[in-house]
T-cell receptor
Framework: AQSVTQPDIHITVSEGASLELRCNYS??????LFWYVQSPGQGLQLLLK??????LVQGIKGFEAEFKRSQSSFNLRKPSVHWSDAAEYFC????????????FGQGTTLQVKP | GAGVSQSPSNKVTEKGKDVELRCDPI?????LYWYRQRLGQGLEFLIY????????KSGLPSDRFSAERTGESVSTLTIQRTQQEDSAVYLC?????????????FGPGTRLLVL
């Protein structure tokens, strides 16, 4: 069965510091991978997605993610964090059938220190 | 254009009562999904609709949960005889089609509290 693991429940970084949020997936075939962000009081917003091709994908708000098949990982990165990046981040994989049904990780809460 | 809207934004009910949650997808989106987010947990798939096809109900946790959608319009999620473990945020999402390639656009959610 497909699954997604986000090992870090909570991360705190200083403003201006770099950020990496980890995501590991379990999936037999080529995965369709997503990162969503949920800011306080707002709905989920797509940051980026990977289907095929270049393993380094760029997203909105200066985020990027790298797909590593050998490690079954899809880690999210940002070179310099802003206070407005404080939010909850979810990694997700699309299910095995040709539907958009998403399987989410448990999320990582990012706190940004001034 | 308008995004996905959900109503009510908050709902408090007593154990054993029925509740109905509503989702208005983005106009023209044929696929509609319901997810549940329990406190401190990730999103859990409940059900999805694609046009006039039979819905995928594989994520519904019990027969107390049901959902309807007429064509490509509004959807309602009904929970009968609510239990305290049903307390969660219920999120609706829509996408232009049901394929894995599509971005899902999420509504703000309905926060359900069962006392």
């Amino acid at each position: 069965a497909q699954s997604v693991t986000q090992p870090d429940i909570h991360i705190t970084v200083s403003e201006g510091a770099s950020l990496e949020l980890r995501c590991n997936y379990s999936y037999g075939a080529t995965p369709y991978l997503f990162w969503y962000v949920q800011s306080p009081g707002q709905g989920l917003q797509l940051l980026l997605k990977y289907f095929s091709g270049d393993t380094l994908v760029q997203g909105i708000k200066g985020f990027e993610a790298e797909f590593k098949r050998s490690q079954s990982s899809f880690n999210l990165r940002k070179p310099s964090v802003h206070w407005s990046d404080a939010a909850e981040y979810f990694c997700a994989v699309a299910g095995s059938s040709n539907t958009g049904k998403l399987i989410f990780g448990q999320g990582t809460t990012l706190q940004v220190k001034p | 254009g308008a995004g996905v809207s959900q109503s009510p934004s908050n709902k408090v009910t007593e154990k054993g009562k029925d509740v109905e949650l509503r989702c208005d997808p983005i106009s023209g989106h044929t696929a509609l999904y319901w997810y549940r987010q329990r406190l401190g947990q990730g999103l859990e798939f409940l059900i999805y609709f694609q046009g006039n096809s039979a819905p995928d109900k594989s994520g519904l946790p019990s027969d107390r949960f049901s959902a309807e959608r007429t064509g490509e319009s509004v959807s309602t999620l009904t929970i009968q005889r609510t239990q305290q473990e049903d307390s969660a945020v219920y999120l609706c999402a829509s996408s232009p089609t049901q394929t894995r390639l599509e971005t899902q656009y999420f509504g703000p959610g309905t926060r359900l509290l069962v006392l």
